[in-house]
């Protein structure tokens, strides 16, 4: 344990940042109470949290627009009518397929947030990881020798 470990101040307002868009806006404020409970959340931790609420809300709107089409392809038209040329089976042809975008936006994002909120424990492997104890003054006043910083300051 690093008993010189810094111990700022946990975050009593639990508020968004202002500059975060609504989605992730949202995204903190589902999170933001949890990791104050646990007293995981100091106000050195806003932007941090920020950036894996921002990755999370980017990861929501992937999932939501891939939907379950990971490949896309544009449709083969009849130059003479406009009409979607159909295979034997009687569905459109399709022809150019490519990895939807959106996917890729998904795998960015999911890494993104993970990176991020594996920090404050957020699943059971990097809960394992975590250890909360606040630590007391830096120097105590026993005859004037700091024994906090472990010699350090002496």
Known sequence: MNKQEPDPDYLQDLSAPA???P???KVWDEIAPNLS???LLTHVDVDTLAMGCVALAQ????VSQAGGNLIKGKVVL???TGEPVTGDDGKPLVAGEYINPWTMVQSMSFKQA??????FGMNPAARTRISVQPQG???DDQKGKASGGGGYFT
Do not use: S
Not at 59 to 62: C, E, F, I, K
Not at 114 to 119: H, I, T
């Open 37 to 39: 409970r646990a007293k």
């Open 78 to 80: 009849d130059k003479e």
């Open 23 to 25: 989605a992730a806006a």
């Open 59 to 62: 990861y929501r709107l992937a």
């Open 19 to 21: 500059w975060l868009p």
């Open 114 to 119: 993970m990176a991020v909120l594996e920090r």
């Open 137 to 139: 003054d830096l120097f």
